[in-house]
């Protein structure tokens, strides 16, 4: 494992620790903690690209995180991007990432794009970590720095929140958790207390519409379901997966931009080895305008000017063609 340098060697910095865009609640946990790391010699901002999710606006509410949308970051000299690896990422911010001078580091677990964000000395990606907060977790314990009860929760709540509340952990996750939980003094329940969103009623609507909307696919032995909503994609994927798809893919194109969530089911991914990072929303960029990247359980898209039912289409082909692989003569028809 490489980390950077060492957070202990980082003083009198004016530093902006960068999330993507649309930042959820672990790029928001892993910048508000290392933010706490850091502050302490340094100068800090948070810098979050165009908008915020809202669980991630809500946690940053209750654990006093105080960040700027799209801000100009001149005057910093140094920049840590987080929980991202792609250009696509970071909307309008991008340009004056690339123009800026100063020293800049990356850190991310999410399939490595072909983008190269900082110098490669400089860049840590880390696809099999479950969350970015992990790799904060790591980064503190590398550098003999003792976390305090406030970063200690934080880190404890991506992890939860990008482990799907440890559906996707393995034994370093639930380890650094049992150390997180114990440095906050917290119990597990109050970890998911802090995470709890009332979902607002348009939400609620929004992913009852994706199952009245929704295509339903048999892929082999894998149902495979889309559905174009008008948003909260990555809600309506999850919603779909929990009610019984083994693939989901839930996406809108309104005002010429093109947005789809995908998700995949434990069995899908282990029986038939499927990746939706690499096997479907990197390739969807070779037949639409945009980039896609993330997990094998959990990824997305994002476009311009193309319309979601075709996109949403494809993506079942590229599922089919993946599964195909272990699945010899897979057969695909729709319920109607």
Known sequence: MRYLISLSNIKNKNIFLITHSGAD???????????????????????????????????????????????????????????????????????????????????DHHTKSSDQLVPSKNTWVEAEAVATCIMIYNWAKSSKIALGKEAAALLAAGITADSAHFLIADANTFLAMSELLRMGENKFSQILEFLRVERDFSEKIAMLKAAKRSRIFKLGNFIAVISEVGAFEADSANALIRIGADLAFAGNSENNELKISGRASQSVQKKAGLDLAKDVFQPLG??????????????????????????????????KKSIARKVPKLQLKEYT
Do not use: R
Request: aromatic share 8%; hydrophobic share 45%; glycine share 12%.
């Open 25 to 107: 609640v672990d790029a928001i946990a892993s910048a508000g903690a290392l933010s706490l790391i850091l502050e302490e010699n340094n100068s800090v901002q948070i810098a979050v690209p165009e908008h915020i999710a809202i669980p991630a606006k809500k946690l940053a509410k209750k654990a006093g995180i105080n960040y700027k949308i799209s801000p100009n970051f001149g005057q910093a000299d140094t920049i840590i991007l987080l929980d991202f690896n792609s250009w696509d990422m970071v909307g309008g911010m991008a340009p004056a990432i690339k123009a800026f001078s100063g020293k800049k580091y990356l850190v």
């Open 286 to 319: 070779k037949f639409f305008e945009g980039s896609g990247g993330g997990h094998a359980g959990a990824a997305g898209f994002n476009g311009k000017n193309a319309s979601a039912s075709k996109a949403l289409l494809k993506c079942v082909e590229l599922s």
